[in-house]
């Protein structure tokens, strides 16, 4: 299918986009990597009126290394992360996580702040960044405002950016030298959506242990009790701790088959810390 | 065979690759004229509805056409010779009916492809929405709203297949099994998509369609008949086609809208297909239900097998076979290789609102395979022997061929046997056995599996006529010429779209004139410029083309020799093609200088001898009943039993198909057949909800195997050269997709034979295997 | 309609498009390189993949208006490219394309794989093929064919 008509706008600055976004009347949208939104508009699955491209703005594509963190552009591709073009705040995961994401063309297009924005549920950013504790800087015609994003994905394709925000940054403080990290992302295709996705990151010495699991039928899921085991250093009764954290989550109405999958990728990926 | 190492048998490099390398292939969408107008169809959102009422906005009159704006369109009507076939009439633009999610309704005109989209959008269609049939093994006999009203019933047909005495089978057996099996639906999904691009051409006064098909020829006998025009006004054209598989080798309705749209308007006229459409609309194909009961004795001989076949074939049948012969091919098929004695099958196919049914690769050998693979090694763990042991007790013997299957099938030659020997090889049977023994470090089963078939290639009139087929595909054509300066052109009647062809058939051409395969054209796929042939579909092309360009060739070579000799002035007897010339005792004339005479200077002809060097011939194998190759395939597989997914370890052909003209063309058929068995054994699917709402509509819920998943695939290969055809070729196209499902599922099988699972289905995908696995705990 | 200057192989090219035309048809229908294909338009398949900015990109997902001022090159480009090249030569050899559809694409994918020193070992190569489908060979002689390339281009 083709796409539907869509006006198109470049604008100069952040704050013209912002300022576009804000005057369009619910019709303007953002464009980044367009790996995602120009898909839907091929499926006619999304029509806006207006396509606002902020790909190759200065302010979106830069990033900075400080003490405590580093800042990604929003519109920092996969590929420049894969690659280790950026900083990397995150002791080798983020690139690992990167070069798992859908095929090599798309990811030399899609972007870091296109993947959260969209927050896809079998998307990999949502659950990583939530798992490093990241904060997401949003711009809107108020200004800017923090978030973290453990709690930014609110459901499928919801997330607490506002219809006139736009995500500027991320913001990952960076792991501390004993951290350690597994990652599993369990497809049966390369390259095709997660049909599950777990990180686990220990990081001993601050006492910050996280699990999240991907996939989960809306925003990443945090595996309270399997953090707080190894947190703790324990490994035994690793399955148990899975098992009720997942059983916590009937919210979440996981089948026995995804149950199983989710299992296997949480215990997995916790095993890569604990080795 | 003459020491020509550019002839048959020769691993020749390929002459269509340059263009392929260099962006210069030119598919239908690259096919560019002036003035074109880009066509939408507005499709149907139902699976079964009546239409009330087709809106069309003021602005849009003149652009939108429906079936009463095209009333030169009648109904396509597949004729089926078979007993008790029913053969509904399909208008290519709905009438007063919608009978699957797709279905066309109306075509919308634009300068471009999203504006004609936009177009489709705007107009308006009232429906009274009926109960969709999607069920076939349940909805066979009846539904409250049947696809075809007049009917009574959803059958296209019904039949009973029988040999021997399956009820002494029955009785006599130690061992009895019953399973049931599924082949899910799936697209034969070709890289390229459809599409037609249509014009009236006023100097030939004809009507020419480009269009991406496997079977121009016959394309041109349909829309003659359809649209009541002259054969000779109507041009088909099939240029590169990017993958056919057999979806391409129907007729469809939009080639008939086309290229009535071409007819009444003045200006050229384009539908590219994309993916979600043809997901939605190209055949689909496999959808079969078995109930199958083995019997066999305590070594593990199989005394009979009764089955029940039901393939669901869709809302309507595609031109020109219909899908009359799918279930009666898995019938057939299902015996196997074997020496099964008694047979019984039960087999109907039936009508549902879904998208019509059409052939892919295999056909029906597929899931006859699975079937009776699966069983073998059921049958082999009901005895306690090993698979390949009750396998090979079973197979045909090289001395018992030629052997009438109990299925129908005259098996001609080869040695069944050991291509499951060379196959086991192929995959080191022992140290897979030997590798299971120890737990695997990260966990995982690993299992191996074996299938083995026969394929039955290039059948001809009396295969046809036994399933009914009011059209048979019993013959190739062939006209080669020798031009003035002695090259010489091949013009033939199939179409070749990835296997070559035009590399072959010119070393066929080579071995027959003793000249370079590289001054050969080859030309084919344009009903303008060759005789009549049925096109590339059933594994024919290398036999039957390639037997047609033999006998051409040879009628010129003759040709050739008559006026060299003459040339020479010697007697004929004493000349030879050979090089490039004709060679007499005492010296030669080349190609060239006899091509001169025969058209420049015919006074320097012998008498009796026309100008011209031009010959026509068409040609069918000795035999009609087909020849057939054969092979094993074998499978090793990883599963993981926590998350059920499967890893293909390694993978084995060992396989025979006679004399083989190319032998790096036959192995990349081989290596294609057998990822797109993977594909439906893993992979593939398109599953319809409730309501007749196909749920895969993009190349995201529609996996197709790519390269990381895939195993490097080791080839072995038997020659058992056939007395039926030119140089003892056998076809052998579709062979590798036959086994893949069969050999997968027999290594899950294995894999998780201490839990006792079984996966009867395919796709093979993991919440089966999950599925298979509680059902096995529950026992 | 949008005004739009870019390179397409090498060449200044200037238009004016619709916004919601895509680079794969700006491509094939306004400037006549047709040797990009479509085969799915939502980005899995593969068949349009062209080089923007150097980088393998899908032209299907891409807007005609979004590459203003950038540099495309298509499967009609690479004239002396040696990478493109060897593989040319290697998949011819091997046999590695049979239809052709998804041949184009495959060379482009390729030649970035080689370039990136990802064609190393079979494993890296077949992962790297991931956004590649082929219908038609099964792979194997498309992986030997970029195996052979890769030596050539690494003994270069």
Redesign the interface.
């Known amino acids: 299918m083709k796409a539907p008509t869509v006006d198109y706008v470049r604008p100069r600055s952040l704050a013209e986009a912002v300022d576009l976004l804000a005057r369009s009347g619910g019709e303007g949208r953002v464009l980044a990597g367009g790996q995602s939104l120009i898909a839907m508009m091929n499926l006619r699955l999304a029509s806006p009126g207006l396509l606002i491209d902020i790909a190759r703005l200065p302010e979106l594509t830069g990033a900075s290394d400080d003490a405590d963190a580093v800042t990604l552009g929003a519109c920092i591709t996969h590929a420049a992360i894969e690659d280790g073009r950026m900083p990397d705040p995150s002791r080798g995961l983020m690139p690992r996580v990167a070069a798992s994401l859908a095929y090599r063309a798309i990811r030399n297009r899609g972007t870091i702040g296109g993947s959260l924005a969209l927050s896809d549920p079998a998307a990999e950013w949502p659950a990583v960044l939530t798992a490093l504790d990241a904060e997401v800087a949003v711009r809107g015609p108020n200004g800017q405002r923090s978030l973290k994003c453990a709690g930014f994905t609110t459901g499928i394709f919801e997330t607490q950016l506002a219809p006139e925000e736009i995500i500027e940054s991320v913001r990952i403080p960076k792991l501390s030298v004993d951290a350690r990290w597994g990652y599993v992302k369990l497809c049966r295709k390369a390259g095709e959506f997660a049909n599950a996705l777990a990180v686990a990151i220990a990081e001993r010495g601050r006492g910050h242990c996280r699990v999240v699991l991907g996939v989960a039928n809306g925003a990443p899921l945090v595996l309270d009790q399997t953090s707080q085991l190894i947190s703790n250093g324990g490994r035994d009764d690793l399955r148990s701790a899975v098992v009720a954290d997942l059983d916590r989550a009937s919210d979440r109405h996981f089948d026995e088959f995804q149950c199983n999958l989710h299992t296997a990728a949480a215990m997995r990926a916790v095993q890569q810390v604990l080795q | 065979m003459p020491d020509d190492i550019r002839g048959v048998g020769a691993s020749l490099?390929?002459k269509?690759?340059?263009?392929?390398?260099?962006?210069?292939?030119?598919?239908v969408?690259?096919v560019?004229l002036p003035g074109t107008v880009e066509v939408a169809f507005l499709r149907s959102p139902h699976a079964h509805a009546r239409i009330k009422s087709i809106s069309v906005p003021p602005e849009a009159r003149g652009r939108v056409f429906t079936a009463a704006d095209l009333p030169r369109v009648k109904p396509v009507r597949v004729v089926s010779h078979s007993t008790g076939a029913k053969s509904p009439p399909w208008p290519p633009l709905a009438t007063d009916k919608v009978r699957y999610v797709g279905d066309a309704i109306a075509a919308c005109i634009a300068p471009?492809?999203?504006e004609a989209?936009?177009l489709a959008n705007a107009v308006a269609v009232d429906f009274e929405i009926l109960d969709a049939v999607i069920d076939a093994p349940r909805d066979m006999r009846g539904s409250r709203h049947p696809v075809h009203e007049q009917w009574g019933d959803n059958l296209y047909i019904e039949h009973t297949l029988e040999g021997g005495d399956i009820e002494a089978a029955a009785r006599a057996a130690d061992v009895t099994l019953t399973r049931e099996f599924r082949m899910q639906r799936q697209s034969g999904?070709?890289?390229?998509?459809r599409g037609v691009l249509a014009y009236r051409d006023h100097r030939l006064d004809e009507v020419v369609l480009y269009a991406s098909t496997q079977t121009p020829h016959t394309v041109r006998v349909a829309l003659a008949e359809i649209l009541d025009i002259e054969e000779r006004r109507i041009r088909v054209v099939a240029p590169?086609?990017?993958?056919g598989?057999g979806p391409k080798a129907r007729l469809y309705p939009e080639e008939i809208v086309l290229a009535a749209l071409a007819l009444q308007l003045d200006h050229p006229v384009r539908w590219?297909e994309?993916?979600?459409?043809h997901l939605l609309t190209a055949a689909h194909t496999r959808d079969h239900h078995y109930k199958v009961t083995a019997y066999a004795d305590r070594q593990g001989r199989i005394l009979g097998v009764d089955a029940e076949i039901v393939v669901d074939a869709g809302a309507y049948g595609l031109w020109p076979q219909g899908p009359y012969h799918e279930a009666s091919m898995v019938a057939r098929a299902l015996p196997g290789p074997y020496t099964i004695p008694n047979y019984r099958s039960r087999h109907y196919t039936v009508a549902t609102n879904k998208t019509p049914l059409g052939p892919y690769r295999g056909v029906g050998r597929p899931g006859a395979c699975f079937v009776i693979e699966r069983l073998v090694d059921e049958i082999a763990r009901a005895v306690g022997r090993e698979p390949n042991e009750v396998r090979t007790l079973n197979l045909v013997r090289p001395e018992q061929m030629p052997f009438a299957t109990i299925g129908g099938l005259s098996l001609d030659n080869g040695d069944y046997p050991a291509s499951v020997e060379l196959c086991a090889e192929l995959l080191d049977l022992p140290a897979v056995r030997a590798r299971q023994q120890h737990r695997e470090p990260d966990g995982r089963k690993i299992g191996v599996g074996f299938a083995t078939f026969a394929e039955q290639t290039a059948h001809g009139a009396a295969e046809f006529a036994s399933r009914g087929a009011a059209i048979i595909p019993g013959f190739e054509s062939c006209t080669a010429r020798v031009l003035t300066d002695g090259s010489v052109v091949l013009m033939v009647g199939i179409q070749s779209?990835?296997?070559?062809l035009e590399t072959v058939l010119s070393q066929v051409a080579a071995e027959e004139l003793g000249i370079d395969p590289g001054s050969i054209s080859v030309r084919h796929g344009d009903t303008e410029s060759t005789a009549f042939g049925f096109g590339t579909f059933a594994s024919r092309s290398m036999v039957m083309s390639g037997g047609a360009v033999a006998r051409a060739s040879r009628m010129l070579r003759d040709k050739l020799c008559r006026i060299g000799a003459h040339l020479l002035q010697c007697d004929v007897a004493a000349v030879r093609c050979t090089d490039g010339v004709v060679a007499g005792p005492q010296g030669s004339v080349t190609i060239a200088e006899i091509a001169k005479v025969a058209h420049l200077r015919m006074d320097g002809l012998p008498p009796g001898v026309d100008p011209l060097l031009d010959a026509t011939a068409t040609y069918e194998p000795a035999i009609s009943t087909g020849v057939f190759s054969y092979a094993t395939h074998g499978a090793v597989v990883a599963v993981?039993p926590?998350?059920?997914?499967i890893e293909l370890l390694d993978y084995a052909v060992a396989e025979d198909c006679g004399t083989m003209v190319n032998p790096?063309?036959v192995?990349?058929q081989?290596?294609?057949?057998?990822?797109?068995g993977i594909g439906t054994a893993?992979?593939e699917e398109i599953p319809y909800d409730e309501a007749g709402q196909p749920l895969a509509g993009?190349?995201?819920d529609y996996?197709?195997?790519?390269?990381?998943?895939?195993p490097?695939?080791k080839i072995g290969h038997l020659h058992t050269p056939t007395p039926h055809t030119e140089y003892g070729m056998k076809g052998m196209g579709e062979g590798?997709a036959v086994a893949p499902p069969a050999a997968i599922a027999n290594a899950v099988r294995d894999a998780l034979s201490s839990i006792g699972a079984e996966v009867n289905e395919t796709p093979i995908?993991?919440?089966r295997v999950?599925a298979a696995i509680q059902k096995a705990h529950k026992l | 309609m949008t005004a739009i200057r870019l390179r397409i192989n090498g060449a200044a090219v200037a238009d004016d498009v619709p916004p919601r035309l895509s680079l794969a048809d700006f491509l094939r229908e306004r400037c006549n390189l047709t040797g990009t294909h479509l085969g799915c338009e939502h980005g899995v398949c593969g068949a349009c993949t062209v080089l923007v900015d150097g980088e393998p990109a899908r032209s299907c997902l891409m807007l005609a208006v979004a590459c203003d001022e950038r540099g495309i090159e298509t499967i009609e480009g690479f004239a002396g490219d040696p990478v493109m090249a060897a593989l040319r030569r290697n998949f011819h050899q091997h046999h590695a394309l049979q239809c052709g559809y998804c041949t184009p694409a495959m060379l482009i994918t390729a030649r970035d794989l080689i370039l990136r020193r990802r064609a190393a070992s079979e494993r890296e190569i077949r992962d790297g093929l991931g956004g590649n489908i082929c219908r038609c060979t099964g792979y194997t002689n498309i992986v030997t064919a970029i195996s052979e390339a890769a030596k050539e281009a690494s003994d270069a």
């Open positions: 490099l390929r269509e690759d340059d263009r392929h390398l260099h962006g210069r292939g030119e598919f969408a690259d560019k471009s492809r999203g989209e936009d999904a070709p890289l390229e998509c590169d086609v990017g993958g598989f590219i994309d993916r979600s459409e779209h990835g296997q070559g993981d926590e998350t059920c997914f790096l063309l192995e990349g081989i290596r294609g057949g057998v990822v797109q893993l992979f993009t190349l995201a996996l197709m195997p790519g390269a990381a998943e895939m490097a695939i590798g995908t993991p919440r999950l």
